[in-house]
């Protein structure tokens, strides 16, 4: 099995940016689609954006497009969310998750392995 480990979460300043990394420890990352996902306080987790297991098709919830880029660098056993232009309301715990096979999926429960989370904090 594989281990996601996310870090760079941090506090930012709204119309700033910050880059996500999720490293994976155990198997080859490159076997797994991987999502990302994020919790804010009080609210149910939610889908952000997932890519499949070559770095090919993407997808992103509509709250994000055009700010988020989801990449993946395979000999790095690595996936990275990048995130600009953040806002207030994109505060929230973000999560890796991986799911073997080549596909991702945009439902959180498809995904088998899961990080531990990393907080991402927008000041206004």
């Known amino acids: 099995q594989v281990q996601p480990v996310e870090s760079g979460g941090g506090l930012v300043q709204a119309g700033g940016s910050l880059r996500l990394s999720c490293a994976a420890s155990?198997?080859?990352?490159?076997?797994?689609?991987v999502g990302w996902f994020r919790q804010a306080p009080r609210k149910e987790r939610e889908f952000v954006a997932a890519?499949?297991?070559?770095?090919?098709?993407?997808y992103y919830a509509d709250s994000v497009k055009g700010r988020f880029t989801i990449s993946r660098d395979n000999a790095k056993n690595t996936v990275y969310l990048s995130m600009n232009s953040l806002k207030p309301e994109d505060t929230a715990v973000y999560y890796c998750?991986?799911?073997?096979?080549?596909?991702?999926?945009?439902?959180?429960?498809?995904?088998?392995?899961w990080g531990q989370g990393t907080q991402v904090t927008v000041s206004s």
């Open positions: 155990g198997r080859t990352f490159s076997n797994y689609g």
């Open positions: 890519i499949n297991r070559s770095g090919g098709p993407t």
């Open positions: 998750a991986a799911r073997p096979g080549t596909y991702y999926s945009l439902t959180s429960m498809q995904y088998n392995y």
